[in-house]
């Protein structure tokens, strides 16, 4: 099956680092962070508390965000550059559907030819001097279901889509009505291998393209 739009998630599927915990890590604050992050996965807290909770622990600042910005970049998942060339070169729509920070996902997005348009991630606040302010507290993917929102906008426009991702909120796509790939390749969820329309558990992205082409 052949498919108009690709839709990735970042954290542990383009890059092998989940920015929120490593952002943490750098304060000191990971073990907090982590608690909460788990607290949410376990259903005590709603992804939408958790999500502000984190962010006003890390508090990320301008100079937070270029960091993560390049380790993204430093991290990247063996076999991404390859597989977005070659779903580029036989005119697929990209895009990066994420709940993690959309100025520290642009970088990667930009080397790897994606516009930064086809980004939907959690937009960062900052005042004049790069401080932390905020983070874009309406966007749909710092809330449970966003990412089912996003695929919607966009199969509106395109009959087919596919979602690549590892995690739990990946799976949410389905409800879009989207084709979704499990991607093990840098953590295996039992969860999101067994609701995944296909899994792929090779250290390599480009497992997934005789899968989408
Ligand atoms: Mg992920």
């Given at each position: 099956?052949?498919?108009?739009?690709?839709?990735?998630?970042?954290?542990?599927?383009?890059?092998?680092?989940?920015?929120?915990?490593?952002?943490?890590?750098?304060?000191?604050?990971?073990?907090?962070?982590?608690?909460?992050?788990?607290?949410?996965?376990?259903?005590?807290?709603?992804?939408?508390?958790?999500?502000?909770?984190?962010?006003?622990?890390?508090?990320?600042?301008?100079?937070?965000?270029?960091?993560?910005?390049?380790?993204?970049?430093?991290?990247?998942?063996?076999?991404?550059?390859?597989?977005?060339?070659?779903?580029?070169?036989?005119?697929?729509?990209?895009?990066?559907?994420?709940?993690?920070?959309?100025?520290?996902?642009?970088?990667?997005?930009?080397?790897?030819?994606?516009?930064d348009e086809h980004v939907?991630?959690?937009?960062?606040?900052?005042?004049?001097?790069?401080?932390?302010?905020?983070?874009?507290?309406?966007?749909?993917?710092?809330?449970?279901?966003?990412?089912?929102?996003?695929?919607?906008?966009?199969?509106?426009?395109?009959?087919?889509?596919?979602?690549?991702?590892?995690?739990?909120?990946?799976?949410?796509?389905?409800?879009?009505?989207?084709?979704?790939?499990?991607?093990?390749?840098?953590?295996?969820?039992?969860?999101?291998?067994?609701?995944?329309?296909?899994?792929?558990?090779?250290?390599?992205?480009?497992?997934?393209?005789?899968?989408?082409?």
């Amino acid at each position: 099956m052949s498919y108009d739009v690709i839709c990735f998630d970042c954290d542990s599927t383009l890059s092998r680092v989940e920015g929120i915990d490593e952002l943490a890590r750098r304060n000191g604050l990971f073990e907090q962070v982590a608690a909460l992050t788990d607290a949410a996965m376990n259903g005590e807290l709603a992804l939408e508390d958790v999500y502000a909770n984190r962010l006003d622990l890390i508090k990320p600042d301008k100079a937070a965000i270029d960091w993560l910005a390049e380790l993204y970049i430093a991290e990247m998942v063996e076999g991404v550059s390859e597989t977005i060339k070659t779903l580029q070169a036989n005119n697929k729509l990209i895009h990066i559907i994420s709940g993690g920070l959309r100025q520290a996902i642009l970088p990667l997005a930009e080397q790897l030819g994606i516009p930064d348009e086809h980004v939907h991630a959690v937009d960062v606040l900052f005042d004049d001097d790069g401080n932390y302010q905020d983070f874009a507290r309406h966007s749909p993917l710092a809330v449970s279901g966003g990412k089912a929102r996003i695929c919607r906008r966009l199969r509106m426009h395109h009959s087919s889509l596919v979602m690549i991702g590892d995690g739990k909120t990946d799976l949410e796509a389905k409800l879009a009505g989207a084709y979704m790939i499990g991607f093990g390749g840098v953590v295996r969820r039992p969860l999101v291998e067994e609701q995944a329309d296909s899994y792929v558990s090779d250290t390599s992205l480009a497992a997934v393209l005789p899968l989408v082409l």
